[in-house]
């Protein structure tokens, strides 16, 4: 951390202020003087220090951060990618390309289990399914609730899938224990408390980056969930918001290798949720392998008119089928 | 509800479909029908219509909403503006200016009594102080917790304030019991778990808008408070992500008066977070009541440089005496 | 300017480095050595070095820039507010309040003669007025061009007001040779071979912040006008793009007091394009007195039905007249 | 064009309004009588209506366009894809893949003339260099103006490659008539003077999207030159600017499907100014082909720590092999 003192910080001032900061963290304080100004530099583990907090100081000009605010979700520090089993042997993270499948809300036994075997036949390793679905209107459906975690794992029972669905909020993780992965919504990316309780279980847990998070918000919220000891966190990209509204949110394609770069994590996209247009799923979900993305996250419902959410992004099992196929022989390609 | 059809939509599908609508929903549906296109109109409340439903339907070319998607929170069914009694003599939207001002965190008893005399004195007349904070890194502060909700309670025996904090999961209501205002923090606007179950409290709620959240959105997360019965929310704008980083966020002026056309909810403002400095308070401040704002939240701090948490937009009480001086002021030349 | 030197950098590279940097700006380099990295510390003029360029460098992990990149608008190096007279008695940045009011487009003698003296009537000191129209459609009505201007003219006849109106192409410049303020929209905000042309000239122009222009960029853009001897530069904000769709753009009312604490040039707001809304440039105008602005341009149509552009946004004269009453009386007040 | 009137317009202002858009516009009006409301629909070309002018009306509700308001750029009216002959036997838009690359700025006769013969022997087919640089600062390099243009046709004649260089201003069109390709900086897709001037020239256009444009408005600026006679206009996406600020912009990669299918103009791809980090570059060219681009435009440079602008994206011709084999491999695979 480097912070530029005021030129009207006098001797004394800078000397009270590098002690306080001695003090109370584990750092060193270097001091390099300038004719017009004081800099200071911080060594040692800065994540502790509230950059805000420094920047309030009366004597402080501005601050800036060198070392990343996250340790465990730091390839720095973790330099080995970390692969997560899923169970039934899959595994995300280890070069392999795993899609998630499955409809937006679970709404029959009927429904789950044939989009479920639709696309276990076509290769994807997980199945997908709302049960808990967080709506913008609280007149829309909310989903089965307890009744389509059931439903998930019947379909489970009878494909072997592993399944992924949402929880919304902590009271819920009991209810959750037989789930394979645990899905954080966007919108909860930053619900902290929720984060907290996630860290505490065993469970995978895959973290949807919020609506305008940034990418290193994004890992501070993996960093909540690993510092509780859980570190089998999966990022997951769902599109930003930003001005252009063609689509529904914008794919931050960059966030890709960008994320694989400064952390070790695995992270998967969501071309359905991204675009909110089932034409767009395949472009994007080709360019997000290209990109490098260890997994996807696909919407496919037997009859998208009749689904009782996010209709107008879902593919049938036939597009998922040829998307599917896509996907996988460009991974081949690339290898 | 204006529905366009493709143009390849049949006679008989144009009926079927029609009388989906007309089974499901409590609507009329008027065909028009075009040369090159049929346009379906639907009539009565539609707001219990999901519009992507509609446009993922295979027949559908695009869809517009004519009536606004909430009820409760719409100005066109309760034209009267909505005046929440906050208890000891205060109350929001009647046409008064009313401001809420305290630290950023509670930190001690004398800290919060220091700052609650001292705001009082200025004319706040609600104490705002964090106990629970929702930080972006696990390794920042996080507030006194319940000790903090005690210190506040003691600081309104003290001053006879209401007071205002933040709540930042659904299993703490009991413990806000005797919280005047309960905060919904910008992070949790759209945590609905945490909504529905403040809507079957009692308590005036101040709704922060989200980072991102368009105005609909704010006035949905609003409608899921008021669906379960409780009418007392306070919508509070703090500033929305832009690509501008100059400041923190950027204070969205406009939703002001858009608010008040659109809703009967009071709307306060908060200068603090919306700039994330302390000399950007004094004109935002001022704007915000020129504009028409119901409120201010104001962060005031004994001694800003040593505040645990956002020190750096934290007035000191002189600095708010003076502020609320001019905006009173204002407020009178403006009657 | 601060840079971070990478841990891999060498003693003797970075000696080579530093000596570049010497020989090639005015700048003395100060090295702090800490344990773990190095840190260069430029003083002197670095408004000439592209921040670019040292990020580029193999040795540089990171840059900070602690000056601002422009210098003529900087108010560190011209504490004094910079008036600008237009001439007629009327001065923008003397804290007074100008209004520019008149036609998006100027249309036909009878109009803006019209418009003309209503606004005169009202208050509004300088009369606006498009004669060549940037439009997002080549179909739509580009304006009266070289006879809009010659309108213009016979118009500030009639009234004595002096007028702005925007230009869009350097070899117009001869063209505007009688035209008192020169408008640059905000398309062309940096169309900088348009800025250089207008900086060799002696008019006032006005400077509209781009559609996502940030603060800084804005005031370089004044810069280069400024760099080539003119000056009278006075900058408009007009909204800028954001996700928020409600309205056209969003009001950046954050920028008033930032631009004059950054800059002593004057700032005028244009709450008619902010909002794309008759019924917000209201409390818009007011707000942006509240904040501080030196001036307001304001759309005003004598039929703003049958407006041939931006109908949706102009104010009648009826309409104008109350808005003009409300800001002098607040201007007043908060004197 | 959809027109929802207001509930209060009579029966006789609704005639009125129909027989001035009738007389006005080539369309015919249909009227379709809800219960509550009156709807016309509007047959025709109704890409001659401003949206605005329509919006503005007494009697509008609100208005919604179903068609789209380009025409030559648009799909429906030519379903074919346009294939452009740049010379020399490239071709863009006709399936193959064209990559055009070089540094950001002409330096020398030796530099582009190094860079020219390496990005050949890599696959390149088109040689870029800037001779005009806009630049956010007026103390930046602008380039070596008409020597740069010279020293870019030199490497032309060495190595066969066309050659694509920016244009600043409409008065220089003359000067670049030996060029191959002019390209349109992305702040100037709204100089409309310019775009213009461009349409009345028979040159290949390459025209950048704006630093915020929306995907309409950069199809209506390539409209703004094929309305003067130039078809033969490339798109080129370079990424757009958002909240994220890890990167410089963020690449918007749906733009390439959704061009594609809203438009028959060709489209590239600038992955260097999208990211602003050379490290960057190859996932993003990558994914840019796997969804589809027609070409790519990359910055080489011979020695990057050293070019005179946007070294910091700029690839060593080493890494431009890499990445030039790499995505004519992809290519190849996704045939």
Redesign the interface.
């Known amino acids: 951390m480097?912070i530029?003192l005021k030129p009207t910080c006098s001797k004394e001032q800078q000397i009270k202020f590098s002690n306080m900061l001695k003090d109370n963290y584990d750092v060193?304080v270097?001091v390099?003087e300038?004719?017009?100004?004081t800099?200071l530099?911080l060594?040692g583990d800065t994540?502790?220090i509230?950059i805000?907090?420094i920047?309030?100081?009366?004597v402080v000009?501005?601050v800036?951060r060198?070392q990343e605010?996250y340790k465990k979700a730091n390839r720095k520090f973790h330099p080995e990618n970390t692969v997560i089993d899923i169970g039934n042997g899959v595994k995300i993270g280890d070069g392999s390309l795993q899609i998630m499948a499955g409809p937006c809300s679970v709404e029959s036994e009927e429904q789950i289990i044939e989009v479920a075997k639709a696309v276990k036949k076509s290769g994807a390793t997980i199945l997908r399914g709302g049960a808990f679905k967080?709506?913008?209107?609280?007149?829309?459906?909310q989903g089965l609730k307890s009744e389509g975690l059931d439903l998930l794992k019947i379909a489970r029972k009878e494909t072997g899938l592993p399944i992924v669905t949402e929880i919304?909020?902590?009271?819920h993780i009991d209810m959750f224990e037989n789930v394979d992965i645990i899905q954080v919504g966007a919108?909860?990316m930053?619900?902290?408390?929720?984060l907290?309780e996630l860290g505490k279980t065993n469970k995978p847990i895959l973290l949807k980056r919020?609506?305008?998070a940034?990418?290193?918000?994004w890992l501070?919220s993996a960093?909540?969930i690993m510092?509780e000891g859980n570190n089998k966190v999966i990022l997951c990209e769902r599109g930003?918001?930003?001005?252009?509204?063609?689509?529904r949110n914008?794919?931050?394609?960059?966030a890709?290798?960008?994320v694989k770069?400064l952390s070790h994590l695995p992270v998967v996209v969501d071309p359905s949720h991204?675009?909110g247009k089932s034409?767009?799923v395949e472009?994007?979900a080709?360019?997000?392998?290209?990109?490098?993305a260890d997994g996807l996250i696909i919407e496919v419902h037997n009859d998208?008119?009749h689904?009782?959410?996010?209709?107008?992004q879902?593919l049938t099992p036939q597009q998922f089928d040829t998307v599917a196929n896509k996907v996988f022989?460009?991974k081949n390609?690339?290898k």
């Not at 930053?190 to 929720?194: D, G, I, M, R, V």
């Not at 930003?240 to 689509?247: D, P």
């Not at 914008?250 to 960059?254: G, K, N, V």
């Open positions: 480097i530029v060193k270097n390099w300038g004719v017009h100004s800099v530099g060594l994540t502790q509230d805000e907090y920047d309030a100081q009366d000009e501005s800036k060198v605010p967080p709506r913008t209107s609280p007149y829309a459906f919304m909020r902590a009271s919108r909860n930053q619900n902290f408390e929720l907290k919020g609506l305008s940034t990418i290193e918000e501070m960093e909540y510092a930003i918001r930003t001005y252009e509204n063609f689509t914008t794919l931050d394609i960059s890709i290798p960008i770069k991204a675009s034409w767009l472009p994007l080709i360019a997000a392998v290209a990109a490098g998208p008119p689904a009782l959410c996010d209709g107008a879902s022989s460009l390609a690339l």
